[in-house]
């Protein structure tokens, strides 16, 4: 649950808290689910080649996620990468920013790539954003999803 000065003491999952604005490239961001298609909730367990996750977000490139932090977080740590239910084209980079600063960077990310693991120091940090671009080659089938992602918070 989020209060009025950022997201409560110890360590949550990010589908859990609400966010304060999300643009998504095909339908809405997708809480616990791949995107999907446009319609909301219309996504399937998130999974990444092979492996599932319970919790995450399903976006589509491009797209960005901001949460407000309030200074009080210290980190974010999530695997990364195209969903499954695209099996050819998907590529995109997702990216984490603290406030303006980039504090972690995937590289280019492909359909057939295992999940990236990614930790991000959000340290004083008043606003985290989650950015996925596509990868150079327009963005069809570009469902990527933040698996896992937890946030710790002081």
Request: contains cysteine.
């Amino acid at each position: 649950m989020a209060c009025g000065n950022g997201p409560a003491a110890g360590t949550s999952a990010l589908s859990d808290l609400t966010w304060t604005s999300a643009v998504n490239g095909w339908g809405p961001v997708e809480r616990d689910r791949s995107n999907g298609e446009q319609p909301a909730g219309d996504g399937r367990t998130l999974t990444v080649n092979g492996t599932t996750y319970a919790k995450g977000l399903g976006t589509h490139a491009a797209a960005t996620v901001t949460y407000y932090l309030g200074g009080t977080c210290t980190s974010l740590t999530t695997d990364v990468g195209v969903d499954d239910e695209k099996t050819a084209d998907g590529s995109v980079v997702f990216q984490i920013y603290r406030d303006a600063t980039k504090v972690a960077d995937s590289g280019l990310v492909t359909v057939s790539d295992a999940a990236k693991h990614l930790t991000a120091d959000l340290t004083g940090g008043l606003e985290l954003k989650l950015v996925v671009t596509d990868g150079g080659n327009g963005n069809t089938s570009d469902h990527a999803d933040w698996a896992l992602p937890r946030l710790t918070c002081g």
